[in-house]
């Protein structure tokens, strides 16, 4: 199934539904903060996916991802959770499809999620274990359903296999950034100027 939007080939309702919702009334092909160009092609996407808890492990070693920023929003760790909470939904969403084609994914709001499983408090490491496990599962499952088979989003309309990808792939694309601009080197943390020092890193 192929969908013509404004020259915008092969974006499904279901992925213009998501980009407005994100950007507004006219989403750019390419994320204005993090780059993901909306164009990837499914193989990228899946690829990109399956590679991103080694790039994160990578992103957090030595670092702790626990501090929260001062504006109270989600630590790096918290991204963790999300991401590993949202492979294992989507592939549960591929089981969906694999037996139901075409039917309603059952929607949720990931902030509910967050606060009821308190992501900024959890532990770091099974979140690692987590994300890995869930990605994994993930892209296997993908590799077992045709990237044009179908579901209907609740609030988006029809959507294929290949852009619920895409929009996984900027999920993980935009948040591994969120993770290296929160995580914190250790002696940032512990560390107070000397009295009378500029206070800079050496
Ligand atoms: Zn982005």
Redesign the pocket.
Known sequence: MTWFNQGMPEWSPFLVGGLTWIYGSDPPTT??????RWDLPFAAAVDLVSTSPGRIERTLSGRDATVRPVDGTWNAGAYVWHLADLARCWSERWVQVAHEPGSSLVGFDPDDLAAARNYPELPVAPGLWAVRHAVDTLVELTAAVAPEAHFQHGDWGTGTIADGMRWLA?EF??HE?DMDARAVQPQRIDRAPLAGSTGMET
Do not use: E
């Open positions: 994320c204005p903060s993090c780059s993901f900027h694309h935009h950034q």
